[in-house]
T-cell receptor, first 114, second 116 residues
Framework: AQSVSQHNHHVILSEAASLELGCNYSYGGTVNLFWYVQYPGQHLQLLLKYFSGDPLVKGIKGFEAEFIKSKFSFNLRKPSVQWSDTAEYFCAVSNSGGYNKLIFGAGTRLAVHP | GAGVSQSPSNKVTEKGKDVELRCDPISGHTALYWYRQRLGQGLEFLIYFQGNSAPDKSGLPSDRFSAERTGESVSTLTIQRTQQEDSAVYLC??????????????FGPGTRLTVL
């Protein structure tokens, strides 16, 4: 069965620090990969997605993620975080051969201090 | 108002009662998904509807859970004889069609269900 593992449950950073959130998945086939973000008081929204092609994907608000197939990883990065990036981040995977039933990781809560 | 909407936003019920949760997808979206998020956990897939095809109910945790969708519009998730472990946020998402590069799921705000 597919599963997604997010290594850090809570991350605390100061503004301007660099961010990397880990995500590993288990699935033997071809996958689609997603990062969703939930800002305080708001609903879940898509940050970026990977379907095929360039494994380095750029998303909104300066975020990017790199798909490393050999490591089954899709880590999220941002070179310099802002206080407004405080949110919960979810990695998700779906089977690219079928419809996009998303399997989510448990999420990582990021707190950025000014 | 082009987003996914859900109602109620909060629901408190007593153990053993039935509850009904509603989702209005984005107009024109043929695919609709229900997920559940328990406290401190990621989202769990519950059920998926695509047009007039038979739904994928593989994620429903028990036969107390059921869902319906009328065509490509509103969906209702019903939980019968609620239990305390049903307490969670229930999220609905819709997408233009299932599968492929266009299939980004757009999520609603969720319904927070508390079973006392």
């Amino acid at each position: 069965a597919q599963s997604v593992s997010q290594h850090n449950h809570h991350v605390i950073l100061s503004e301007a620090a660099s961010l990397e959130l880990g995500c590993n998945y288990s699935y033997g086939g071809t996958v689609n990969l997603f990062w969703y973000v939930q800002y305080p008081g708001q609903h879940l929204q898509l940050l970026l997605k990977y379907f095929s092609g360039d494994p380095l994907v750029k998303g909104i608000k300066g975020f990017e993620a790199e798909f490393i197939k050999s490591k089954f990883s899709f880590n999220l990065r941002k070179p310099s975080v802002q206080w407004s990036d405080t949110a919960e981040y979810f990695c998700a995977v779906s089977n690219s051969g079928g419809y996009n039933k998303l399997i989510f990781g448990a999420g990582t809560r990021l707190a950025v201090h000014p | 108002g082009a987003g996914v909407s859900q109602s109620p936003s909060n629901k408190v019920t007593e153990k053993g009662k039935d509850v009904e949760l509603r989702c209005d997808p984005i107009s024109g979206h043929t695919a609709l998904y229900w997920y559940r998020q328990r406290l401190g956990q990621g989202l769990e897939f519950l059920i998926y509807f695509q047009g007039n095809s038979a739904p994928d109910k593989s994620g429903l945790p028990s036969d107390r859970f059921s869902a319906e969708r009328t065509g490509e519009s509103v969906s209702t998730l019903t939980i019968q004889r609620t239990q305390q472990e049903d307490s969670a946020v229930y999220l609905c998402a819709s997408s233009l069609k299932a599968g492929g590069i266009t299939d980004t799921q757009y999520f609603g705000p969720g319904t927070r269900l508390t079973v006392l």
